[in-house]
């Protein structure tokens, strides 16, 4: 029985997940790998952050999705990949065959990303004393234990909050940080964005000034010109000598794709990401195949968008069959422009699209609407009440 082996169960392999009928109908054997139950949707993270939406609305249960279709789903995560040997080894030991392998396991926010690489992290946000809550943008789940902790603390007094990064992701977890703080009699927090040398400094100038604005009009203090250095005992420290104390830090300082390839040999890019062509297949490896974050697309670099980990699907769909069948691959093409809404809380949104840029309520809600109905169509019993 032909074996497919999914490491990863993300926004890549929706498709997959979703067609395990109809590929154990045709006589393959389907096994996905991740390390949790449910995998979190990073377009709503922000707002389960902000409180708009619950985890189990914005998060697809992946054992149950593999199970009930007909799949074997493994709870673990990756360690190495032996590709010599056709086997991927876990972090419990186990060791997983496979006839063709599909990679989706995604980025991480790296804790060196400083200039000097020097941020100074406890183990893990979970083993860290109570003082000292530091909490990376992903995986996702730690938008909601950064919240409990927002939620705990605000109640009693105003708290301070840091936000380390200038992109998407750290100004839609400032502001719905900022919204988080006043729930429920909250006292509130002070916000800074610690943004290095410019707000969205990849964005048009229109995206950026009304970022600014609604920052401002919250209080939320942007500070620019000069990057973080390290993060210490609730302290953010910058290069130009500064250090603000924080009850709660945030670090979103972009992200980088899982070490995972460059540890098992793989063809990689310089920053450790699964080198594939216009099929999505490894470039050393044509029974490894991978989408999302984790990857570097050879033909031309691509974002670290789940844009392009959705628009992905179908071809991993298609080509993955190919492959286990002997047929021929199908290119994936990348596309044109795609639609940037950030969700800045409290009901907000910023859209952005071919120079056209606004914000207000309307954006939020074109990108509650987007990202229910994605939700939805990989999981057509979802929860659809906010609260
Ligand atoms: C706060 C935030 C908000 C964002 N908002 C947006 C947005 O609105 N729109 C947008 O287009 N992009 C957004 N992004 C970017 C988006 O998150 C990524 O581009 C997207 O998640 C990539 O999808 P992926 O499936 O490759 O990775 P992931 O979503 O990270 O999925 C990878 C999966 O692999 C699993 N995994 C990791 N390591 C292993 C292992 N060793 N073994 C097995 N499994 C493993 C993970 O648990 C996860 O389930 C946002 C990012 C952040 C941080």
Redesign the pocket.
């Known amino acids: 029985m032909p074996r497919l082996l999914l ?6 392999h929706m498709a997959l997940m979703a067609a395990i009928p109809e590929l154990v109908a045709k006589g393959h054997q389907v096994t996905a ?4 139950e449910r ?1 979190y949707y ?2 709503m ?2 707002g389960m952050l902000g409180g708009t939406y619950q985890p189990e609305e914005i998060s697809f249960p992946v054992r149950d999705m593999v199970e009930s279709r007909g799949g074997v789903f493994l709870q673990d ?2 360690a190495t990949i032996e590709p010599a040997r056709h086997v991927v080894i876990l972090e419990s030991g186990h060791e997983e065959p496979y006839d063709v392998l599909s990679c ?4 991480f926010v790296p804790q060196d990303l400083a200039a000097d690489g020097n941020i100074a992290l406890p183990e893990s946000p979970e083993g860290a004393d109570a003082s000292q809550a530091v909490f990376p ?3 996702i789940e730690q938008l909601w234990k950064a919240r409990r902790r927002i939620l705990e603390l605000a109640r009693d007094r105003q708290i301070r909050v840091g936000v380390c990064g200038g992109g998407p ?1 750290a100004l ?2 400032a502001g719905n940080a900022w919204a988080a703080g006043r729930e429920n009699g909250g006292k509130g927090c002070v916000v800074q964005l610690f943004a290095g040398r410019k707000l969205l400094r990849t964005m048009p100038e229109k995206v950026r000034r009304l970022a600014e604005k609604a920052l401002l009009k919250r209080g939320i203090e942007v500070m620019e010109g000069s990057y973080v250095r390290s993060v210490q005992s609730g302290e953010i420290h910058l290069e130009n000598g500064q250090q603000h104390a924080q009850d709660v830090i945030f670090l979103a300082l972009g992200v980088q794709p ?1 070490p ?1 390839f460059r540890t098992s040999g793989l063809k990689v890019s310089e920053d450790g990401g699964l080198l594939v062509d216009q099929y999505l297949q490894s470039l050393s490896h044509p029974d490894i195949f991978g989408g ?3 990857i570097t697309f050879a033909p031309g670099p691509l974002a ?4 392009y ?1 959705v628009r992905q699907n179908p071809v991993l769909l298609h080509n993955l069959q190919a492959q286990l069948e002997g047929r021929s691959l199908k290119a994936f093409d990348p596309g044109g422009a795609y639609l940037l809404i950030f969700n800045i809380g409290g009901g907000q949104g910023i859209l952005h699209k071919s120079g056209i840029a606004f914000g207000g309520r309307a954006a939020f809600w074109i990108k509650d609407y987007i990202d229910r109905k994605f939700i939805k169509k990989f999981l057509p019993d979802a929860p659809s009440k906010t609260r």
Not at 33 to 36: A, F, K, L, V, Y
């Open positions: 490491a990863g169960a993300g926004h890549a790998i991740g390390p949790g995998h990073s377009g993270g922000p995560k990756v989706n396991l995604g980025s943008a992903k995986p992701a839609e977890i899982s995972v999302g974050d984790c670290k968008v789940g844009v980990a």
